[in-house]
């Protein structure tokens, strides 16, 4: 019993590690961000948006993100207002709307994602511990979804590509 | 330039990814958390003032979460209303407080930490494959807080370890 309580809080300070690595990295984004009038919450929406492309629906985003819909329609509502992103309706669904980059929308995008902090903390690791760290990723991210019981299959960004041509 | 461009892609997909992952074991750990009115953050929250234990004051408390002592102090207000943490006056220095644990907070700690979602996702990694895990995110760890430029030393949660004696 000892044991299996020591396993169990070993399993529980890795979790609470990776949670403090996942702040440490947002924390060094942000502050990277600061100066652009973005956070690093609305850098990564504008990613995901350009990574799906044509088909950017508020529902499909959500999925790339574990979240509710509401609460992602929430924030395009309010990166629509600072006019990063536009609704357009022309779906055959009813109800249903596209979400694309404004003009302002790209020129964010484009210097949100050049910044330093992510290549700098990820150059850390050499060629195989990347690999390793990354599979390690993969792994744990396939056994969660299990466990949330999602019955759509959840996108997994593409690691090894080349950048979408505008 | 391309080849930059494309490093620098791949780089903010491995960081989408490791937040997608992130999100995904949350929400599993919130989903079991459901029955027991509490939330995954609020359960880390308990995790972390026993892990601290008798010096638990809410700035130590924040370094561990790399947030600003004020959205925790807040946060830890909540959970005073609650029931769950109580505050205790009698450090030398003025105006500081100590965060200890009530009687209730001790029950939720000990019936959160038990449950099973988390062993779960982890069991999926080989014993090798979670010393790489973890090995990596301490170095991504150490270079983000570098970047982060915190002066102080950020308490590492230790792995090995026994659970603590009530």
Same mark, same amino acid.
């Given at each position: 019993?000892?044991?299996?309580?020591?396993?169990?809080? $070993?399993?529980?300070?890795?979790?609470?590690?990776?949670?403090?690595?996942?702040?440490?990295?947002?924390?060094?984004?942000?502050?990277?961000?600061?100066?652009?009038?973005?956070?690093?919450?609305?850098?990564?929406?504008?990613?995901?948006?350009?990574?799906?492309?044509?088909?950017?629906?508020?529902?499909?985003?959500?999925?790339?993100?574990?979240?509710?819909?509401?609460?992602? $329609?929430?924030?395009?509502?309010?990166?629509?207002?600072?006019?990063? *992103?536009?609704?357009?309706?022309?779906? @055959?669904?009813?109800?249903? *709307?596209?979400?694309?980059?404004?003009?302002? +929308?790209?020129?964010?995008?484009?210097?949100?994602?050049?910044?330093?902090?992510?290549?700098?903390?990820?150059?850390?690791?050499?060629?195989?511990?990347?690999?390793?760290?990354?599979? +390690?990723?993969?792994?744990?991210?396939?056994?969660?979804?299990?466990?949330?019981?999602?019955?759509?299959?959840?996108?997994?960004?593409?690691? @090894? *590509?080349?950048?979408?041509?505008?």
């Amino acid at each position: 019993v000892f044991d299996k309580m020591t396993d169990i809080f $070993s399993d529980y300070y890795l979790w609470i590690l990776f949670s403090q690595t996942w702040e440490a990295i947002s924390k060094a984004r942000n502050k990277e961000l600061l100066s652009q009038d973005i956070s690093e919450r609305r850098a990564a929406l504008l990613f995901i948006i350009q990574l799906i492309g044509h088909d950017a629906t508020p529902v499909k985003i959500s999925r790339y993100l574990f979240r509710e819909p509401h609460s992602i $329609s929430e924030l395009l509502d309010r990166m629509e207002a600072q006019g990063l *992103v536009k609704k357009v309706k022309d779906l @055959d669904r009813k109800n249903q *709307v596209r979400i694309e980059l404004t003009e302002k +929308g790209h020129e964010y995008y484009e210097t949100s994602i050049v910044p330093k902090n992510i290549p700098e903390i990820l150059s850390v690791l050499t060629e195989e511990e990347r690999k390793q760290f990354l599979s +390690g990723l993969i792994k744990l991210r396939k056994a969660a979804i299990k466990l949330i019981g999602i019955r759509y299959e959840v996108p997994l960004p593409p690691i @090894d *590509v080349t950048p979408p041509l505008r």
